[in-house]
């Protein structure tokens, strides 16, 4: 059985940082892609970041580039998402998901492909 959990939320003031962490069991990241989702209060789940463990490519969508970094630890099987410079806008409970591919469309994460979801880590940002 494939399990992915996401952790590291937490609350943080404007401009902090956290580091959020996504590790899986019954699956390796090796050649595959994982995304970063968010949902914000009463709003849809938007994609926010995609790293490929195949080419290396990353993806960020517009409002977090420059401020949130992507990673895969092959290693430790764990993908990280080092979020900086916070902002109220970046409230939300975040997912991690696995998958085979990876479609953006009008420069837009969608989540075909995100074969594997973990439950969520909430990360509140007080401005």
């Known amino acids: 059985e494939v399990q992915l959990q996401a952790s590291g939320g937490g609350l943080v003031q404007a401009g902090g940082s956290l580091r959020l962490s996504c590790t899986a069991s019954g699956f390796s990241f090796k050649d595959h892609v994982v995304g970063w989702f968010c949902q914000a209060p009463g709003k849809e789940r938007e994609g926010v970041s995609c790293?490929?463990?195949?080419?290396?490519?990353?993806y960020y969508a517009d409002p977090v580039k420059g401020r949130f970094t992507a990673a895969i630890d092959g290693a430790k099987n764990t993908a990280y998402l080092q979020m900086n410079n916070l902002n109220s806008e970046d409230t939300g409970v975040y997912f991690c998901?696995?998958?085979?591919?990876?479609?953006?469309?009008?420069?837009?994460?969608?989540?075909?492909?995100?074969?594997?979801w973990g439950k969520g880590t909430l990360v509140t940002v007080s401005s």
């Open positions: 998901a696995a998958g085979d591919e990876v479609l953006i469309v009008a420069g837009v994460l969608g989540e075909y492909g995100m074969h594997y």
């Open positions: 790293i490929s463990d195949v080419d290396d490519r990353i």
